[in-house]
């Protein structure tokens, strides 16, 4: 599969998350932020950050919370509109953007931090490189990049359709009927070319066996 084919999955996944956002089921997992993306940005202290991937907005309304100035930027029109009313709600000036994780919508070196959490895999390694060469341009020099990878250790690596080398769909799962992305670390530290690893940890999430990388770099 070459990059460009590779960005129809991409669309299937904005839908499917799209649906799911439209629910509060689909929701209801997804309202908290993470306890270490917290940590780390009332550790550093940055004043202006990117949310890509936003979702409903968990992370994008704790770190308003915070006095950030953010951006949050996701595909799903519903996410997004679930995310705004919670804004307006607690009076948080968030700057919500529908768009894409290949052509963040923000100036070079604008970003003091950038998340993206259970985001940037969702493609081939082309789309992966492509998204971080986008997150390194809009970060400020020694800026802050925190986000996820999926591990080879992952239970579902190497099931389904193997439609580009190491990228994986399984068309039986809805959540994984588009393209996912899988690295070792090795591979994780040659895509992460113009960053400085700080942090790498590989372990699960929620299910057991559903290993991802969490990784904290700053940007070179």
Request: a negative charge; proline letters at 4%.
């Given at each position: 599969?070459?990059?460009?084919?590779?960005?129809?999955?991409?669309?299937?996944?904005?839908?499917?998350?799209?649906?799911?956002?439209?629910?509060?089921?689909?929701?209801?997992?997804?309202?908290?932020?993470?306890?270490?993306?917290?940590?780390?940005?009332?550790?550093?202290?940055?004043?202006?950050?990117?949310?890509?991937?936003?979702?409903?907005?968990?992370?994008?309304?704790?770190?308003?919370?915070?006095?950030?100035?953010?951006?949050?930027?996701?595909?799903?029109?519903?996410?997004?509109?679930?995310?705004?009313?919670?804004?307006?709600?607690?009076?948080?000036?968030?700057?919500?953007?529908?768009?894409?994780?290949?052509?963040?919508?923000l100036?070079?070196?604008?970003?003091?931090?950038?998340?993206?959490?259970?985001?940037?895999?969702?493609?081939?390694?082309?789309?992966?490189?492509?998204?971080?060469?986008?997150?390194?341009?809009?970060?400020?020099?020694?800026?802050?990049y925190?986000?996820?990878?999926?591990?080879?250790?992952?239970?579902?690596?190497?099931?389904?359709?193997?439609?580009?080398?190491?990228?994986?769909?399984?068309?039986?799962?809805?959540?994984?009927?588009?393209?996912?992305?899988?690295?070792?670390?090795?591979?994780?530290?040659?895509?992460?070319?113009?960053?400085?690893l700080?942090?790498?940890?590989?372990?699960?999430?929620?299910?057991?066996?559903?290993?991802?990388?969490?990784?904290?770099?700053?940007?070179l």
């Amino acid at each position: 599969m070459t990059s460009e084919s590779a960005l129809h999955p991409l669309a299937t996944a904005v839908a499917e998350w799209d649906r799911r956002w439209s629910i509060d089921a689909g929701r209801v997992d997804w309202l908290e932020p993470e306890a270490e993306v917290m940590a780390t940005v009332t550790a550093t202290g940055p004043e202006t950050v990117l949310d890509i991937g936003c979702g409903v907005g968990r992370h994008a309304l704790a770190l308003a919370r915070l006095g950030c100035r953010v951006t949050a930027l996701d595909g799903s029109a519903s996410g997004l509109d679930f995310a705004r009313s919670k804004a307006a709600a607690e009076k948080l000036d968030i700057d919500f953007r529908e768009g894409s994780m290949l052509a963040l919508p923000l100036p070079d070196a604008s970003c003091d931090y950038v998340l993206a959490w259970n985001v940037i895999y969702h493609g081939d390694r082309d789309v992966v490189r492509q998204c971080l060469d986008e997150i390194r341009r809009v970060l400020k020099p020694g800026g802050i990049y925190q986000g996820t990878m999926l591990s080879k250790r992952n239970g579902r690596y190497g099931k389904g359709e193997e439609v580009a080398p190491n990228t994986f769909v399984i068309h039986e799962e809805s959540d994984k009927a588009h393209a996912h992305f899988y690295c070792n670390a090795a591979e994780l530290v040659d895509l992460y070319q113009g960053f400085e690893l700080q942090s790498l940890i590989d372990r699960p999430h929620q299910k057991p066996g559903s290993y991802h990388w969490h990784l904290v770099a700053d940007r070179l």
